[in-house]
């Protein structure tokens, strides 16, 4: 079944974010790790990838990652499932000042 993430976006209630700094010298490794497991994993969990942006100027985090539920499963339920543990675990391993947290959704950007 596919996903409409416009309408999974404009059904959420919390979004997930994530902010991070990925390690220069790890950048190859961290692209295929975020492109070939990391989000396609938290999609076959529940999560949808809704947005992602890039800091072009700024004392922000380099990467900030939005992720919805595009079912009925609630978000916290699966932050604190032993495999998204063990992908965020991972990921930690390509960056740095890593954070998450989760927000109550809106349409326009979220920090």
Known sequence: MAVDRDEACS???KK???TYDPIPERR???FQYVLGEFVPALEQM???L???WHTA???YPLRLSGFIAINETDIEDILASEDFLELEERLQEFVANY???VVH???NFQF
Do not use: K, T, V
Request: charged residues 25%; glycine residues 8%.
């Open 99 to 101: 954070n998450r947290r």
């Open 11 to 13: 059904q959420a209630r």
């Open 28 to 30: 190859e490794a961290y």
């Open 105 to 107: 959704y809106r349409s």
């Open 16 to 18: 997930l974010l994530l």
């Open 50 to 52: 809704c947005e992602a």
């Open 46 to 48: 529940g999560l949808s």
């Open 57 to 59: 100027y700024g004392a």
